[in-house]
């Protein structure tokens, strides 16, 4: 009888051994499946948060992009005031210079002359281009001053109307260059700022064929065909 007891705590004793070491073995294989569960939702957290559209928040902590200027935009008065004044110039040019090809006796003035019509052509019809798509309208006059000019060489002819022409084109290109620096430094429309930087070399240009022509230095410039344009004194017939 006394054996018999001593063998059942020995069974029993092995079956809470093994009931033990079976707790050890099972609970690390829980944990683990805890934490992978752990790390499978935050991954899809992590894939959630990736795919989910990033809002701004109230507090504005996301920089806004740059503004952008539209052409179309309303025109103000200096964009106005810089269109006339560059489509009366340009035609003043042009008209000008077309009697400056019947009324010179200079070859060399009438070279000049052919550059300025080419030249003022192409910058009016780029112009034009503009002011439609803008809905506004060119003056068709030249204006009360380029007027007076115009009348005043009608009456010269031969050399006379070669000092008057190129004296006007000295003022002129002098007032539509700044006319142009003017608009680049405050204007605002980006199409006209564009359409400024292109044509203000190019008067410039034509302001120093002047200065060379009128001072008789003699200095040729060259367009933009190649073609040469010498001063004035160097050849040709003056009268």
């Known amino acids: 009888m006394h054996n018999h007891k001593r063998l059942m705590k020995k069974i029993v004793g092995s079956f809470v051994g093994v009931a033990s070491i079976s707790t050890f073995i099972v609970f690390p294989a829980m ?3 805890n934490i992978n569960s752990s790390s499978s939702n935050s991954s899809s957290r992590s894939l959630f948060s990736q795919n989910t559209p990033e809002t701004t928040s109230p507090s504005g902590g996301t920089t806004s992009p740059p503004r952008t200027t539209t052409p179309n935009r309303s025109l103000t008065a200096l964009d106005k ?3 006339t004044k560059a489509a009366q110039s340009d035609q003043t040019e042009i008209q000008t ?9 200079n070859q060399e003035v ?38 007076a000019l115009l009348t005043k060489l009608t009456k010269l002819n031969g050399k006379m109307f070669d000092q008057a022409y190129m004296e006007g084109q000295l003022q002129a290109h002098t007032k539509t260059l700044a006319d142009y620096q003017n608009y680049l430094t405050q ?3 980006s199409e006209l700022n564009a359409f400024a930087s292109k ?6 240009d034509h ?3 002047v200065q060379n022509m009128v001072t008789g230095t003699g200095t040729s410039s060259t367009d933009t065909n190649g073609t040469s344009t010498p001063s004035p004194g160097t050849s040709g017939s003056g009268r």
Not at 199 to 204: E, Y
């Open 31 to 33: 944990v683990q499946a």
């Open 81 to 83: 005031e810089f269109m």
């Open 97 to 105: 210079s077309q009697l400056a090809l019947k009324r010179s006796q």
């Open 110 to 147: 009438k070279n000049y002359a052919q550059r300025m019509i080419k030249e003022h052509t192409d910058s009016s019809q780029q112009l034009k281009q503009i002011a439609k798509k803008k809905s506004f309208t060119l003056p068709k006059d030249i204006g009360p001053e380029n007027k």
């Open 187 to 189: 204007g605002q429309d």
């Open 199 to 204: 044509i203000a070399p190019i008067v410039a």
């Open 207 to 209: 302001l120093q064929m």
